[in-house]
């Protein structure tokens, strides 16, 4: 259960971020979520679902989920490419000296709260 | 209704946690390492056994992660070590914020050196930091020389590759050369060990590395 303990440490910095702010509600929370960040969306949003009712701040507050695509940067050819599509191998040159260049991200991008 | 924009990683806070308990330790003088690997790699043989090895020298704790059981607890304790079973409840990590629970619950007084044992997976884990001075991961022959391909993040976090069950070498095509040119090309300075606590082979270099790792930490 990933997604689970990742809602947990989402509610934490929520948590954080409200007494900061001194936010009583949070009206949406926008995440942003690397293609292969590891992150199954649909269990995601069914763990948001179980865990929000749980947690005061966040009892209504809305789920947004935002994809970031994942690219690969070839050290070799210095092409870029779709790491879903192709994965390690670098489709132009063939080479394995590829690294990821975006796409394992799992960012709180912003919220929407009330005072 | 405001916007407040954040673009705050979710581990952020969790790592603010870990550098806090981390440097917490360092001032008592206790050396934490965050043992990983896959679930039945032999983590609580390799512990039993280093814990023998290591005992005369150093007063050892370890914090016993699973989901569920008591049973690797006790394996611990029966060798004279000090030990607490901590119950996830069904999440796949140890975070900071329970290490340091189960770390204060069990009591650190007089230790030298603690252990965490984490749940075994070699996907979760990874990703959360702990707090420990050191992470050390535990592929066994028996899981496959292939798995730095499919697990890159464990092999890249990990400070410390342990090779175990190296006695069952003859019954596995497990290539200890492929599997450390694997290694490497994700994390060049990941330092390996091959081992096996039955035997015994290699638990020598493993365990100075140890002490050698115990003695800078303290300085």
């Known amino acids: ?24 509600k949070i009206g949406s929370v926008t995440l942003e979520i690397g293609e292969v960040s590891g992150i199954i969306t649909d269990y995601f949003v069914d763990c948001w679902n179980y865990f929000r009712r749980k947690h005061p701040l966040l009892q209504e507050t809305e789920l947004k989920l935002e994809t970031i695509e994942a690219v690969t940067f070839c050290e070799d050819c210095r092409k870029e490419y779709k790491t879903i599509e192709y994965g390690r191998i670098c489709p132009y040159c063939h080479s394995e000296h590829t690294y990821l260049l975006q796409g394992n991200e799992c960012n709180i991008k912003e919220i929407e709260a009330e005072d | 209704m405001k916007v407040i924009e954040l673009h705050r990683s979710v581990t952020e806070s969790n790592d603010r946690d870990a550098e806090v308990l981390r440097e917490e330790l360092r001032q008592k003088g206790i050396f934490f390492v965050n043992l990983m690997s896959a679930a039945g790699s032999g983590k609580t043989t390799l512990l039993s056994r280093t814990i023998r090895d290591l005992k005369e020298e150093y007063r050892i704790a370890v914090l016993e992660a699973d989901i569920e059981a008591e049973v690797d607890a006790q394996t611990i304790e029966s060798l004279g070590a000090r030990s607490i079973q901590v119950h996830t409840d069904g999440m796949c990590h140890m975070d900071a914020g329970m290490t ?54 464990m092999f890249e976090t990990s400070d410390v590759l342990l090779i175990t069950k190296i006695d069952t070498l003859d019954y596995f095509d497990f290539s200890i050369e492929k599997c450390i040119e694997r290694v490497r090309y994700l994390n060049p300075d990941i330092r390996i060990f091959a081992v ?13 590395w140890l002490r050698s790792e115990i003695t800078a930490w303290r300085a």
């Open chain 1, 1 to 24: 259960m990933h997604e689970l303990s990742i809602v947990t440490h989402v509610a934490k910095t929520l948590d954080e971020i409200a007494a900061e702010n001194k936010l009583t």
């Open chain 2, 196 to 208: 096996s606590a039955k035997t015994g082979e290699g638990m020598k270099d493993w365990e100075d």
């Open chain 2, 100 to 153: 340091r629970q189960g770390l204060e619950e069990m009591g650190l007084e007089g230790i030298d050196l603690a252990f965490l044992e984490n749940i075994g997976n070699l996907i979760c884990p990874a990703e959360f930091a702990t707090g420990a001075s050191r992470n050390v991961m535990i592929l066994s022959v028996p899981e496959g020389d292939d798995k730095p391909l499919k697990y890159p993040l």
